[in-house]
């Protein structure tokens, strides 16, 4: 059963006339994980945006999006925001843009839940303080307290992997979660990320860079290059046997990587 479906998205920026999605359809399996791959650019993130419906407004956008049966793009925003968060959280690639400058960790994480579930402030501490230790954060009544600028960025991402913990939703898109990180806390974040589909067998939306964690937590992939899908399949067959010039561009580019890295490393 597929828990998300977009059918003919097309995605245009209204003030310079310019197509940035020309025709996206793809349904994401329940309990499954699709990962979005391609060059930067190539209208992964306005793609996941579009589904959140979080894209800037001049960003324009047509086709359907349905949720659990509901087509989203019909819905008045004041449903949509019930939605997000709760049942479609995303995880975004700067921790600091996910979270309000002006106020602590604990504040931002309180408001988010009280809207959605309406918890006692007891409660939510006792909820995020277990979610946050589970992902590896020390400390999490300490951190609460601090503002976003005080933690690094795999601090952050963690804490935004904790509130998804915590807020079950149905869908988690993470849209590079990795990728402003270094490289300890990347391969850290990644392990939390496989963990939290183990335990929570949550769909995931995964756009990454990084195809060694592609090939590990995704079921099927989507290959996207200037706005268009150019290939899509289970993971293993577009690892092992990708059909479209660019896809086979991107796997030998990644086993060339691991080779060097490996004779570097003084294993081959
Ligand atoms: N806010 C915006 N206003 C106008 N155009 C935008 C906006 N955000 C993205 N775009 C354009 O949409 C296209 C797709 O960009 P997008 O950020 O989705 O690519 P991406 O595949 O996610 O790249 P990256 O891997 O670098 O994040 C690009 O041409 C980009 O310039």
Known sequence: MNILEVANLKLWDSVTGKVLIANHS???KQGSCLAMVGESGSGKSV???????????????????????????????REMRKKRGKQLCMIVQNGM???????????????????????SK?????RMKQAMESVMLKNPMELMNKYPHQLSGGMLQRVMIALAIVLEPDVIIAD???TALD???QFEVAEQLIRLRERMGCSMIFV?????????????????KDGEIVERGATQTIFSDARHEYTQHLVSARLALNHHFKRIMGRS
């Not at 793609?47 to 419906?53: D, G, K, L, N, Q």
Request: proline share 4%.
């Open 176 to 178: 590079e979660p990795t």
């Open 26 to 28: 793809f349904q994401l």
């Open 122 to 126: 007891n409660d939510i501490e006792a």
């Open 97 to 119: 843009s996910a979270f309000d400058p002006s106020c602590v960790i604990g504040v931002h994480l309180r408001e988010t839940l009280v809207e959605h579930f309406g918890w």
């Open 208 to 224: 990454s860079h990084d195809l060694g964690v592609v090939q590990k937590m995704a079921d099927e992939v989507l290959v996207m």
């Open 183 to 185: 490289t300890i806390s």
């Open 47 to 77: 793609t996941c945006r579009a589904i959140m419906r979080l894209n800037k407004a001049w960003i324009r956008q047509s086709g359907d999006i349905v949720f659990k049966g509901e087509n989203l793009t019909l819905l008045p925003e």
